[in-house]
């Protein structure tokens, strides 16, 4: 099936800068993604979600950005501070009941 | 988030024996799903429920069977648990109508 894949494996940058997060999906039927936050031992946890009808949405902090024409979505963090060290997971879903694709994740690595 | 808890969170067990993960949600989550979590492949979806007594298979189902006989308990089943089992298991749910999925903390399982 179709999946949801990530351009780079681990992003490192310094701390107070701006961070952005890059996915591309290939289901052109994917009406809804997301981005997780997962901390090391932790489960994933909600940051962001949009709709296939928005093209950006912002949060504290965050932003999300989808851009259909050619499949790709990110999320900029603002500001970058010690505690946004985490992988960070973008998913995407048709709406079907089997819910969410994932992709493999981004290390976010801060340094000071 | 909603309230997602799994149990148990850490367990080491042997290659043949049956293994029982639970989890267990208090926010009348219709929808319920198990993943497990391996590096290099991110979040897989093994099996999921669309309600009580409703289950389906996902992405990589062999090998594990679940039950959901309430609707905040979601069991997962390895029935004779392999080494290639060993991982990182998260139990997620969602309401009806939505897309975004909370997760639980997971559990950590290892097959010797």
């Known amino acids: 099936g179709e999946s949801v894949g990530l351009h780079l494996p681990t992003l490192s940058v310094q701390e107070g800068d701006n961070s952005i997060i890059n996915c591309a999906y290939s289901n052109s039927a994917s009406d809804y993604f997301i981005w997780y936050k997962q901390e090391s031992g932790k489960g994933p946890q909600f940051i962001i979600d949009?709709?296939?009808?928005?093209d950006k949405r912002q949060g504290q902090r965050v932003t999300v950005l989808l851009n259909k024409t050619v499949k790709h979505l990110s999320l900029q963090i603002a500001a970058t501070q010690p505690g946004d060290s985490a992988v960070y997971f973008c998913?995407?879903?048709?709406?079907?009941?089997?819910?969410?694709?994932f992709g493999k994740g981004t290390h976010l690595i801060i340094q000071p | 988030d909603a309230g997602i808890t799994q149990s148990p969170r850490h367990k080491v067990t042997e290659t043949g024996t049956p293994v029982t993960l639970r989890c267990h949600q208090t926010e009348n989550h219709r929808y319920m799903y198990w993943y497990r979590q391996d590096p290099g492949h991110g979040l897989r979806l093994i099996h999921y429920?669309?309600?009580?007594?409703?289950?389906d298979k996902g992405e990589v189902s062999d090998g594990y069977s679940v039950s959901r006989s309430k609707t905040e308990d979601f069991l997962l089943t390895l029935e004779s648990a392999t080494s290639s089992q060993t991982s990182v298991y998260f139990c997620a749910s969602n309401r009806d109508g939505t897309d975004t999925q909370y997760f639980g903390p997971g559990t950590r399982l290892t097959v010797l």
């Open positions: 998913a995407d879903s048709g709406g079907g009941a089997d819910g969410l694709t």
């Open positions: 949009i709709r296939s009808n928005m």
């Open positions: 429920s669309y309600g009580v007594k409703d289950t």
